[in-house]
């Protein structure tokens, strides 16, 4: 069973930086792609970032370009968010991801939330003036 578990959220002013991380260990998969979202209070969940494992893309959203990288550790399976220059609209609650297949089919990304079908508890960034 796959079970995505994040950890690394906190208390940060803004501009600060965290990282955050997902260990995506439990599953067989040849080709997986793990993602960040992003859920603000009173908010629908939004896509923040995706890594395919099979080839290594990356693939973000437009508020995140620039701010934040996601990359990975491949021996340990697990995925990483940077977040720096942190604003206090990305105060929420982050959720690691992970679908099987590649990040991208065509020219179509994968960053809607029923696109993806393993979900961890989520980690919550608090991010003060």
């Known amino acids: 069973q796959v079970q995505p578990v994040e950890s690394g959220g906190g208390l940060v002013q803004a501009g600060g930086s965290l990282r955050l991380s997902c260990a995506t260990s439990?599953?067989?998969?040849?080709?997986?792609?793990t993602a960040w979202f992003h859920q603000a209070p009173e908010k629908e969940r939004e896509f923040v970032a995706a890594?395919?494992?099979?080839?290594?893309?990356?693939y973000y959203a437009e508020s995140a370009k620039g701010r934040f990288t996601i990359s990975r550790d491949n021996a340990k399976k697990m995925v990483y968010l940077q977040m720096n220059s942190l604003k206090t609209e990305d105060t929420g609650v982050y959720y690691c991801?992970?679908?099987?297949?590649?990040?991208?089919?065509?020219?179509?990304?994968?960053?809607?939330?029923?696109?993806?079908?393993?979900w961890g508890q989520g980690t919550q960034v608090t991010v003060s003036s």
């Open positions: 991801a992970v679908r099987e297949g590649t990040a991208y089919s065509g020219s179509y990304y994968f960053t809607k939330r029923y696109e993806y079908a393993y």
């Open positions: 439990g599953h067989t998969f040849r080709s997986y792609t």
């Open positions: 890594f395919s494992w099979s080839g290594g893309s990356t």
